[in-house]
């Protein structure tokens, strides 16, 4: 204690998570950003649609955004092979959903679903950083946009051209959903 004030000690820091900079390599990151269609193309030629399970508790989660009045026009980014798309065709039959997908292979399977309509469906392949979603979408026609494990897979710097390319496409009132590897994602 000096002149009546006691000696404060800093307060002490909690480090949760190792301070590490052992990441990857600048090489492996160039490389699997550039060969990343390859490496998607290979995982559904090897998985095909048995990989993931069919989302059937999108209604559940989402249900309000899905069956307001009216036709509603849906965008499923990251569609994969359709297990968000064919579970929400079957519950609201009233939708149309646009499905885009990196992978080419992908959306053959999309296409090739027992359950693909033209008329309810239009699957096409998007890299959304750098493709232009007004291509194949209207500009502002779209009442609801998915994203189920979409922006952990999209690096951190091309975020923002992702969701600016997004808005394009959205509605004024459009609402997008998303779902990834984060607490509290719904």
Not at 16 to 44: L, N
Not at 77 to 86: A, I
Not at 88 to 105: G, H, K, M, W
Request: with cysteine; proline share 4%; charged share 25%.
């Amino acid at each position: 204690m000096q002149n009546g004030v006691k000696n404060q000690q800093p307060a002490q820091r909690i480090q949760i998570y190792p301070s590490t900079t052992t990441g990857v390599s600048p090489f492996w990151i160039v490389k699997y950003e550039r060969d990343a269609k390859k490496y998607w193309d290979q995982f559904y030629r090897r998985y095909q649609d048995k990989f993931f399970k069919d989302r059937n508790y999108l209604d559940k989660e989402w249900d309000q955004y899905f069956s307001r009045s009216g036709r509603k026009v849906i965008l499923e980014v990251g569609c994969g092979v359709g297990n968000d798309v064919f579970p929400l065709n079957v519950t609201y039959p009233e939708i149309f959903v646009y499905a885009c997908d990196f992978s080419q292979r992908a959306i053959n399977l999309v296409k090739a679903h027992k359950y693909f309509d033209e008329t309810r469906v239009s699957a096409f392949v998007c890299d959304l950083a750098t493709d232009d979603l007004s291509e194949h979408i209207s500009l502002a026609s779209v009442n609801v946009v998915t994203m189920i494990f979409v922006l952990s897979v999209v690096s951190p710097e091309k975020m923002p051209l992702v969701l600016q390319n997004i808005k394009k496409i959205l509605k004024p009132n459009g609402h997008v959903l998303f779902r990834d590897y984060v607490v509290g994602d719904l």
